[in-house]
Structure formats: structure tokens, C-alpha cells
């Protein structure tokens, strides 16, 4: 069965600082994994995905994750954080293989970026 | 586009009541997904359909709940009777299949209250 586990609650930057939101998944063959945010009162939104090719995927608003097999995990960063990042960030695993398109969400890290 | 619709934005109803959430999705998405979000539980997949037909209801919490699409343009889930742990944000998402890497896009959400 596929997983994916956020292991942060709360993640806490300066603006300007680096940052790094944590995610590791579980599936049986090769994942598709995602990246969402959430502001708040709002839906998520797509951020980058992982499907196949460079492990280094970039994508909206200068994030990036990197996707690592065998440690299983596949990490947001961004160089310099902004205090607009912060909100609530999901990590998402699809297995494409047993779990057609149902994608599952990890319980989210909520980011703090403090000015 | 608009993107995914949905309404009420916001309901509040008093135990027993029926409750329906509606959901217009992104013209030409042949994926609909109904999420439920909760503090305690995260973001839960209750059910998607593919072109209209239900493909994965394992999410639906139990018979109270059902989903219907009875065309490409709306959806609904519906509760009968509700419980006040019901209470909840409830998400719609749609999206176009691509292979099986495909973003999904969410609406706003319906918050529900049960008193």
C-alpha cells in the first residue's frame, strides 16, 4: 500500500534563510509524487511534481524537491525564503501502478517564515 | 477558467439534516475528486470518478455519505443524515488525464459545521 509521511508538524525559517520541508513515502514500484500548498481558507495548489527524469524537479514560486530513491524521500527546499511562503505544505504520493489516480496526502507541515 | 466550483462555501446544519455539496469542475477534466479535510484526520480521499463513473468509493466514511455525477459539469456529495463529525472542509479537485502524473486542481472548498 502506498504511505507518505511528513515528519514535521511545523517548520520554522528567517526570510531570506534557506528552507527545507521534509516528506518519505512507501510504494511498491516507482512513485509519482507531488508537491501542494495551502493558504489558508483556500484549496491547495500544485507546486512540482515527479514523474520521471532529473530527480530535480523545479517548480512554481522558486521551489524545488529532489527526488531520491533510495532513501525514499523527496524534499521541498528553496534557497531564500519569502514570510508570503508561509502556509501549509502537502507532500503526495500516487502509485501508478496498484493506485490508478488515487493520489494520497501526507498530514502536512506548516511553514513559518518569520521577516 | 474559473477553475473548480463549488458551493455553499459555507454551511451550517443541525444534526439529522441532509447536506449536499456541489462541485462544477474544470471544463474538459475527465477526473473528479471529493476530499474531506479535518484536524484530526488530514486530508482523506472519499471518492473519484473517471468520465462520471465512480471508480474508488473506499474513502466514503459510510452509507450516510453518497456521490453522484450525473454529467461532465457537476457533482455531488451528499450526507444524510449528518453528524456532528461530519464537520469538516470539503474539498472537490478535478483533472485531465495525462499517463497517470497528473495535477489536480482544487476548489475552495465548503466548510461544514454540524451543530
Known amino acids: 500500500a502506498q504511505s507518505v509521511a511528513q515528519p514535521e508538524d511545523q517548520v520554522n525559517v528567517a526570510e531570506g534563510n534557506p528552507l527545507t520541508v521534509k516528506c518519505t513515502y512507501s510504494v511498491s514500484g516507482n512513485p509519482y509524487l507531488f508537491w501542494y500548498v495551502q493558504y489558508p481558507n483556500r484549496g491547495l495548489q500544485f507546486l512540482l511534481k515527479?514523474?520521471?527524469?532529473?530527480?530535480l524537479v523545479k517548480g512554481s514560486y522558486g521551489f524545488e524537491a529532489e527526488f531520491n530513491k533510495s532513501q525514499t524521500s523527496f524534499h521541498l527546499k528553496k534557497p531564500s525564503a519569502l514570510v508570503s511562503d508561509s502556509a501549509l505544505y502537502f507532500c503526495a504520493v500516487r502509485d501508478p501502478i496498484t493506485g490508478g489516480f488515487k493520489t494520497i496526502f501526507g498530514a502536512g507541515t506548516r511553514l513559518f517564515v518569520k521577516a | 477558467d474559473a477553475g473548480v466550483i463549488q458551493s455553499p462555501r459555507h454551511e451550517v446544519t443541525e444534526m439529522g439534516q441532509e447536506v449536499t455539496l456541489r462541485c462544477k469542475p474544470i471544463s474538459g477534466h475527465d477526473y473528479l475528486f471529493w476530499y474531506r479535510q479535518t484536524m484530526m484526520r488530514g486530508l482523506e480521499l472519499l471518492i473519484y470518478?473517471?468520465?462520471?463513473?465512480?471508480?474508488?468509493d473506499s474513502g466514503m466514511p459510510e452509507d450516510r455519505f453518497s456521490a453522484k455525477m450525473p454529467n461532465a459539469s457537476f457533482s455531488t456529495l451528499k450526507i444524510q443524515p449528518s453528524e456532528p463529525r461530519d464537520s469538516a472542509v470539503y474539498f472537490c479537485?478535478?483533472?485531465?488525464?495525462?499517463?497517470?502524473?497528473?495535477?489536480?486542481?482544487f476548489g475552495p472548498g465548503t466548510r461544514l459545521t454540524v451543530l
Open positions: 479537485a478535478s483533472s485531465l488525464s495525462r499517463g497517470r502524473g497528473d495535477t489536480q486542481y
Open positions: 470518478f473517471n468520465n462520471n463513473v465512480p471508480i474508488d
Open positions: 515527479y514523474i520521471t527524469g532529473d530527480n
